[in-house]
């Protein structure tokens, strides 16, 4: 739910209006229902499918699967990539830099989850011009090493199994993977904190403090009920 997260935050720095209204839908194209949209809601909802498109890419390539869905992204990945070539060059970047080096095999996990970072910081600066550019960027970019490493963690027993790629080897164990999850949350909520957030901080306290672990304790479960 970044994508979630990063829409409440924009819009609270913002102040932007709400547009709401009726319409149908390609879903439910007899009807008429309720919605609601911004131009941060805009934005986020073009990075979200920029992201989706970009992943499915690495997918047809790794599994050589999902080229009948590549066909229905397309008609909009051009004119996402023309309104928003920062953040189109720096996903491209980024992602073929972290798919090379998981085909060497590379446990360099500062490495990866950085480049990952750094991908996520890009998509948060939403506005190069912002006063608040640079808060942003580092709360994405701490926030993708979080989500980067915390997705291995989740991963680490099923890739063993199925012999896939996994940064973390059998020296990472619940502790020493807290300890990189803690580093890159502290540095995140540091940046959260100095951003000028006070209508849907509720919302996002809850976020940053708590909800983005909920992922880490339950597979702390997990593992302990292996060892049992």
């Not at 839908?25 to 309720?34: A, E, N, R, S």
């Not at 004119?79 to 996903?91: F, G, I, N, T």
């Amino acid at each position: 739910y970044d994508m979630t997260f990063l829409t409440l935050i924009l819009s609270d720095i913002a102040s932007s209006q709400v547009e709401i209204g009726k319409e149908r839908c390609v879903v439910h194209p007899l009807t008429t229902h309720d919605y609601f949209t911004s131009p941060e809601m805009d934005y986020t909802s073009d990075m979200q499918l920029l992201l989706s498109y970009y992943s499915l890419l690495d997918k047809i390539k790794d599994e050589n699967k999902g080229k009948k869905k590549k066909k229905s992204f397309e008609p909009f990945i051009e004119k996402l990539k023309e309104k928003y070539p920062r953040q189109a060059r720096v996903m491209e970047e980024k992602l073929k830099e972290i798919s090379d080096l998981e085909k060497t095999s590379s446990k360099d996990l500062n490495r990866l989850s950085l480049l990952f970072g750094e991908l996520l910081g890009e998509v948060f600066r939403y506005d190069e011009n912002s006063f608040f550019s640079s808060l942003l960027y580092l709360l994405g970019c701490n926030l993708g090493k979080f989500i980067y490493i915390l997705d291995a963690w989740d991963d680490k027993e099923k890739d063993k199994r199925n012999n896939q790629f996994n940064p973390l080897d059998d020296s990472f164990d619940y502790d020493k993977v807290k300890e990189k999850l803690m580093n890159a949350a502290s540095e995140a909520a540091l940046a959260y904190e100095k951003l000028p957030l006070d209508e849907y901080n509720e919302i996002t306290d809850n976020i940053i403090y708590s909800g983005m672990w909920s992922k880490f304790k339950n597979n702390k479960g997990k593992e302990a009920k292996k060892d049992e």
